[in-house]
């Protein structure tokens, strides 16, 4: 049986379109599946695959200035050689055919020592504008897929796919969905979300104007480990994280979320409305690229974190806006797993 090695992590960005990936190699048993990361959110969100795990340590580069900072950027090239070497060893142990990378600095050392060893190497960026790791590891990859076609003209090797998508995802009914989260047929749902971890803007914004929301819509509230408040408003779900959310995406007659490129694209292929409120600090600022790339095409709002008082405006005019509706279910973004999965297929026949 030929092998496939998953890396990436630190953000659930960088794990779930691996995830979709391995749904599909996993459901067709042709080939063995392992993954290589460190212990962080990778490893939580792996687990529950019961997949091989093989975990490194890895240095990340600190964004942003002060002495702090410096003193820990000035210490990652010795770092990065203890993590290429844990990962050499990996890779001997398991030899596989394949590496399939997701970007992020979890990914870097892995990659260049599956190169150093003669093994093939894929990645996928997600993002409009390529990430630190995706451009130093372009050249020792066989191709870096892409999620936008732009992206795929400006980086070494590039090759536009589409983003990576879980196609339970894809496949959820709102009859069978509304149903399980108590919420009627007709009544307008909104489906609010601020990533892996919950966002505390989005969720305080919520929760200011909640009140006067329930008064018009039901709501299905991720808000992370953690953050559930006590309330009494019947209209009003509240939930630490939603294993499916193909359901609570059919439920959803709009929805707010972060930016991510990986929910961006499940919202496109969905054709569904929605409210992007970007990331801003921690962040390179992708996902304001992002959140205006698909703003500017008219296939959704953005809502910058400094206006989130304004949430019920914006969710009103979203739902008002019929032409947005139209351009979305003319749109053709979709799922990018075939092509990714055509390449990696070549090395494991």
Aim: include cysteine; aromatic fraction near 8%; glycine fraction near 10%.
């Amino acid at each position: 049986m030929k092998k496939i090695l998953f890396t990436g992590g630190g953000s659930a960005g960088h794990v779930v379109p691996n995830i979709a990936l391995i749904e599909e190699l996993l459901s067709t048993g042709e080939a063995d599946v392992y993954y290589m990361g460190t212990d962080s959110i990778e490893k939580s969100l792996i687990a529950e695959w019961k997949l091989p795990y093989y975990e490194i340590s890895c240095p990340k580069l600190v964004r942003g200035g002060g002495a702090e900072s410096l003193k820990r950027n000035l210490a990652i090239p010795a770092a990065f050689c203890r993590a290429k070497e844990q990962a050499t060893e990996g890779l001997r142990l398991i030899q596989p055919d394949v590496v399939f990378s997701k970007g992020g600095y979890v990914s870097l050392p892995v990659v260049f020592a599956a190169k150093k060893l003669g093994i093939p190497c894929f990645s996928h960026e997600s993002d409009y504008s390529a990430g630190l790791a995706n451009k130093l590891l372009a050249g020792k990859c066989e191709y870096v897929f892409t999620s936008f076609p732009e992206t795929a003209k400006k980086i070494r090797r590039g090759k536009y796919s589409g983003a990576p998508l879980r196609r339970s995802v894809l496949h959820g009914t709102k009859a069978e969905s509304r149903k399980k989260f108590d919420i009627p047929f007709h009544a307008t749902t909104l489906l609010i979300f601020g990533g892996g971890r919950g966002s505390a803007a989005i969720n305080a914004a919520v929760r200011k104007h909640l009140k006067t929301l329930c008064e018009n819509y039901y709501i299905l509230h991720v808000c992370g480990k953690g953050n559930i408040v006590e309330s009494n408003l019947k209209n009003y779900r509240q939930f630490e994280f939603i294993a499916d959310m193909g359901g609570a995406y059919a439920c959803a007659d709009l929805v707010i979320s972060r930016a991510g490129a990986g929910t961006i694209f499940e919202l496109l292929a969905l054709k569904k409305p929605s409210i992007l409120v970007p990331l801003e600090s921690a962040s390179r600022g992708d996902q304001i690229e992002n959140a205006a790339y698909f703003t500017k095409k008219g296939l959704c709002y953005t809502l910058r974190q400094n206006e989130l008082d304004n949430l019920p405006k914006a969710i009103e005019k979203a739902l008002g806006d019929k032409k947005m509706q139209e351009r979305l279910l003319s749109s053709q973004y979709g799922c990018g797993n075939d092509v990714i999965l055509r390449e990696i297929r070549k090395f494991l026949q």
